[in-house]
């Protein structure tokens, strides 16, 4: 089974904290990605990456970062967390580059920044 | 930009009764789509997806979904659903000629099973 970790459940920060989230698969996936979950809003890709140390923008990329330095990892980065970043983070894999392939996810960590 | 809009928010249903989800989305180019569930506290995995070919598809758990390319729509059924289809549903889309595995995701449809 294609397994995604993420290293937090649940995680409280305060604002202004510089805050990391991590995201493991192991099944060699040359694609990851970033979501956040809001109710009602589905979830919005924040960045995604097809290849180590290569990342794109998704479509709400401000207030965070990324970083792959190794395949099977990757990093979002709150640079300074603010209120408006609680939410629930989804992490995903997948094997290629074409849009028809699945999207494996990782169980989430629900971010509260007080 | 495409956009994927789910009519209900959430849907209650009793247990052996049948249920619809729907789904639409906007878009001008070819896609490809897909139906993600989430159980309580757990992250999405696919229910099924459409890629090409016969326009109903048949997923895991009794779901399918047909294709209605007039109407653009992707709606979800299943026959008689069990109190463990509660779960968030997630209808999604990827244009076809774009790299990158890119999904648009609509607002997602709470389901409520009831005894």
Redesign the interface.
Known sequence: DVK?TQSSRYLVKRTGEKVFLECVQDMDHE?MFW?RQDP??????IY?S?DVKMK?K?DIPEGYSVSREKKERFSLILESASTNQTSMY?C?S?K????????Y????TRLTVT | AQS?T?LD?QVPVFEEAPVELRCNYSSSVS??L?W?VQYP??????LL?Y?SGSTLVKGINGFEAEFNKSQTSFHLRKPSVHISDTAEY?C?V???K??????T????TRVLVKP
């Open positions: 995604v694609n979501y009602g809003l589905g979830l919005r890709l995604f097809y794109e998704g989804l995903a997948s290629g580059l074409a849009g028809f392939y699945e999207q996810f990782g169980p989430g | 994927v789910q928010s896609v490809y897909f993600y506290n757990q992250g999405l995995q696919l997806k890629l997630f999604a990827s244009d076809r774009a790299a990158g595995n890119k999904l995701f609509g607002g997602g």
